[in-house]
């Protein structure tokens, strides 16, 4: 079936560092693929998003890069801040499907 | 400015005590969704709602009802909780239904079972 598998958290940076966080996915069909972010409190916001392979989703400075041969998607950013701690969670929406599929969830903690 | 409200943000409940989790747009959206939560676990869908038609996930546990009564509401109902019920539910919403759209969550209600 359908699935997304999250690198786990948590990771911790120190302010400025450089980010990835992995996602890797497993689809049938050809799958829109998401990352969404969740403040604490909050509810998940969408972060960016790419609908067909080697589009590039941007977004506040992240960036993500759908990878077909590589079915990956993996979040960047050059340089996090402290406000950027949050839950990250990875999706893919498969063509003819009405749902997502969520990954786990990676928690980013950014140290000042 | 807060488009999708639930109420409350914590809830605790008794074991077998019916339970009933709300949530309201402003959006005025066709599609309202309910997810489960469990700690460190993804987001599972329960059900969702396209305007009044009511779509059930396969394995949504009948113990779980919803009811919309109108375009801005949407009721999580748990007829018999048990232990295994606790988790956040996120209820979202979208304008329609597909890739597309961008669905928004509301901050979650946490649900505790004692």
């Known amino acids: 079936g359908d699935s997304v598998t999250q690198m786990e958290g948590p990771v911790t940076l120190s302010e400025e560092a450089f980010l990835t966080i992995n996602c890797t996915y497993t689809?049938?069909?050809?799958?829109?693929l998401f990352w969404y972010v969740q403040y604490p409190g909050e509810g998940l916001q969408l972060l960016l998003k790419a609908t067909k392979a080697d589009d590039k989703g941007s977004n506040k400075g992240f960036e993500a890069t759908y990878r077909k041969e590589t079915t990956s998607f993996h979040l960047e950013k050059g340089s996090v801040q402290v406000s950027d701690s949050a839950v990250y969670f990875c999706a893919l929406w498969v063509s003819g499907t009405y749902k997502y599929i969520f990954g786990t969830g990676t928690r980013l903690k950014v140290l000042a | 400015d807060a488009m999708v409200i639930q109420n409350p943000r914590y809830q605790v409940t008794q074991f077998g005590k019916p339970v009933t989790l709300s949530c309201s747009q402003t959006?005025?959206?066709?599609?309202m969704y309910w997810y489960q939560q469990k700690s460190s676990q993804a987001p599972k869908l329960l059900f969702h709602y396209y305007d009044k038609d009511f779509n059930n996930e396969a394995d949504t546990p009948d113990n779980f009802q919803s009811r919309r009564p109108n375009t801005s509401f949407c009721f999580l109902d748990i007829r018999s909780p048990g232990l295994g019920d606790a988790a956040m539910y996120l209820c979202?919403?979208?304008?329609?239904?597909?890739?597309?759209?961008?669905?928004?969550f509301g901050p979650g209600t946490r649900l505790l079972v004692l």
């Open positions: 689809a049938t069909g050809y799958p829109s």
């Open positions: 959006l005025n959206h066709n599609v």
């Open positions: 979202a919403t979208s304008r329609d239904s597909g890739p597309q759209e961008t669905q928004y």
